[in-house]
């Protein structure tokens, strides 16, 4: 896999809302032993249509039961704010994650410390200066938990 820190010439050259495109699709790859697709197995079945649903939250588990899904498998994964694990799966993953937040810290933050909490841009900047010094902090042993939910219409 690619390390955050060593991204090409090309990649470099991508703006941030892409870069962060990249590592999310390599959390995504790490996370998932580098298969993309999940889906309850039969003999012989050939899947043909993906639901890609984004559940907010939660309530989806209702949803999916009222909508007739059967063989519903939800499965926690667990994603490090940084490089912190000893694992070097878990390690890359948290790179690769530090890498999505720190870089989209401030499109995360904007909008709800100006316009709730009042604060100028600047303000912003400054407070995410030191959230992210935490971020890359080794000694905070910080994780997402990240659930994928699938299931088939009978």
Do not use: C
Not at 64 to 86: H, L, Q
């Amino acid at each position: 896999m690619a390390d955050p820190i060593m991204l090409s010439k090309k990649e470099l050259t991508l703006n941030l809302s892409e870069r962060r495109m990249i590592g999310s699709h390599m959390l995504f790859t790490l996370t998932f032993d580098g298969s993309l697709i999940n889906h309850p197995q039969e003999n012989g079945s050939s899947r043909r249509r993906v639901l890609d649903a984004g559940t907010g939250t939660g309530v989806w588990a209702i949803d999916y039961a009222d909508a007739g899904f059967v063989d519903i498998v939800e499965t926690m994964y667990k994603w490090p704010s940084n490089g912190w694990p000893r694992d070097p799966k878990f390690k890359e993953m948290g790179l690769w994650n530090y890498e999505n937040l720190g870089n989209g810290a401030s499109g995360l933050s904007m909008a709800l410390f100006t316009r709730a909490l009042g604060w100028t841009a600047e303000e912003v900047e400054v407070f995410l200066v030191d959230v992210r010094k935490d971020m890359r902090n080794h000694a905070i042993h910080g994780w997402w938990p990240i659930y994928v939910v699938y299931g088939r219409k009978p």
